[in-house]
């Protein structure tokens, strides 16, 4: 069965400084990989996708991620931490070759404090 | 463009009754998926409709129903409501086919069972 693991419940880092946001999945074939956030009260917005070619993915607000097929991990990153990113981070899987269904299934979400 | 929309944005209701949310997907998105958030964990797959037509389901009791309109717009039925009902209703729209995993999300409807 298609899993998604966040290994950090909570992660609090200094602005400015880097972060990265663990992910690990289980599927047998190649996934359709996803990074959301959701800032209290409201719903998700994507910050970046994985659908195949190059391993490493850059999305928006200056986020990126790196898919290693061998680790089963898919993790964001980001170089400079601002007060702004503090909310939850989700990563989810999307079962590749299933027939136009889009079910994705998400981690238990990393939630970040960023520390002034 | 407009995101997806979602109505109501808050709801309470009693425990036994019935509630409908609505949702209207992107311009051009065929595909609406349900997700429900217990508060603390993510999102949870219910359904997947395109076309009218149940495409996937998650492991929900039947009392969780959901129909598509012709104008791609969703409603989500949930009958005989629990406690552990209450959570965040999110609606995500899509393209079909290989983009069909592609979701953008709307802001949620907060269902609260008292």
């Known amino acids: 069965a298609q899993s998604v693991t966040q290994p950090d419940i909570h992660i609090t880092v200094s602005e400015g400084a880097s972060l990265e946001l663990r992910c690990n999945y289980s599927y047998g074939a190649t996934p359709y990989l996803f990074w959301y956030v959701q800032s209290p009260g409201q719903g998700l917005q994507l910050l970046l996708k994985?659908?195949?070619?190059?391993?490493l993915v850059q999305g928006i607000k200056g986020f990126e991620a790196e898919f290693k097929r061998s680790q089963s991990s898919f993790n964001l990153r980001k170089p400079s931490v601002h007060w702004s990113d503090a909310a939850e981070y989700f990563c989810?899987?999307?079962?590749?070759?299933?027939?136009?269904?889009?079910?994705?299934?998400f981690g238990q979400g990393t939630t970040l404090q960023v520390k002034p | 463009d407009a995101g997806v929309t979602q109505s109501p944005t808050h709801l309470i209701k009693t425990r036994g009754q019935q509630v409908t949310l609505r949702c209207s997907p992107i311009?051009?998105?065929?595909?609406v998926s349900w997700y429900q958030q217990v508060l603390g964990q993510g999102p949870q797959f219910i359904f997947q409709y395109y076309e009218k037509e149940e495409r996937g389901r998650g492991n929900f009791p039947d009392r969780f129903s959901a129909r598509q309109f012709p104008n791609y717009s969703s409603e989500l039925n949930v009958n005989a409501l629990l406690l552990g009902d209450s959570a965040l209703y999110l609606c995500a729209s899509s393209f079909t086919g290989a983009r069909a995993h592609e979701q953008f999300f709307g802001p949620g409807t907060r269902l609260t069972v008292l």
């Open positions: 311009s051009g998105h065929k595909s």
């Open positions: 989810a899987v999307g079962a590749a070759g299933s027939s136009n269904t889009g079910k994705l299934i």
């Open positions: 994985y659908f195949s070619g190059d391993t």
